[in-house]
Each structure stands twice: as structure tokens, then as C-alpha cells.
Nanobody, 126 residues
Framework: QVQLVESGGGLVQTGGSLTLSCAAS????????MGWFRQAPGKERLFVAA????????YYADSVKGRFTISRENAKNTVYLQMNGLKPEDTAVYYC???????????????????WGQGTQVTVSS
């Protein structure tokens, strides 16, 4: 089992920045591809960004490319999402997730992620 706890959400104005953190516990953190997803009210959960086990590779949804940065510190069992240039359409609950440890490459589909945090609300005001 892997337990994930997100933090860092909040209310920010358009153009502002936030950094989300996700602390993991349980199994060896570096064994897992990690991802961030978001879900707006009444909408499906969407991929935002993912990072490889070592942190050497990252991948982003087109909607956040150039504005968001995913990173990880395996020594601290933590994955981050730095969000700059926030827009009202970024408003959502943000979830971090750990992919099934079968996968060694970056994954974008929610269904291959076995472990999820409780989510943290990000609200961007216009």
C-alpha cells in the first residue's frame, strides 16, 4: 500500500502561482511513476502531469504545458506540482497518484494509477 497526502491548494488570483506537494508513505516511493490529475465539478478526472521513477522524464497535458512543472524528491518521498500563470479554468480538485509498479514509463490514464490522495482544492479567481 502507498498512502498519499496532498497539500498546498488554495485560492489565488488569475496569473498567480501555487505549489502543490504530495507526501507518500508505505512502499518504496522511487518504485512508482507519479502523476497529478484534476477534476472540476461535474467533469471527469483529467491528466495534468506525470514524472518517471527517477524524475528524469516528465510529461504534461497540453493545457498546462509551459505553465506547470512536476518534480520529485525521492529522498523525501514527495512529488510537487509548481503551477504558474494560473487561469480560472485551472480551478479543480487536484489529486496526486502513484501508478501500478508494473509500469516503468510515464502513464497518463487514470485507470493505471493504483493509489490516490484525497485531493486538494485549487481555486483561481478572475
Amino acid at each position: 500500500q502507498v498512502q498519499l497526502v496532498e497539500s498546498g491548494g488554495g485560492l489565488v488570483q488569475t496569473g498567480g502561482s501555487l505549489t502543490l506537494s504530495c507526501a507518500a508513505s508505505g512502499r518504496t516511493f522511487s518504485n512508482y511513476v507519479m502523476g497529478w490529475f484534476r477534476q472540476a465539478p461535474g467533469k471527469e478526472r483529467l491528466f495534468v502531469a506525470a514524472i518517471s521513477r527517477s524524475g528524469g522524464s516528465t510529461y504534461y497535458a497540453d493545457s498546462v504545458k509551459g505553465r506547470f512543472t512536476i518534480s520529485r524528491e525521492n529522498a523525501k518521498n514527495t512529488v510537487y506540482l509548481q503551477m504558474n500563470g494560473l487561469k480560472p479554468e485551472d480551478t479543480a480538485v487536484y489529486y496526486c497518484a502513484a501508478a501500478n509498479d508494473f509500469y516503468s514509463t510515464i502513464q497518463t490514464l487514470p485507470r493505471v494509477y493504483d493509489y490516490w490522495g484525497q485531493g486538494t482544492q485549487v481555486t483561481v479567481s478572475s
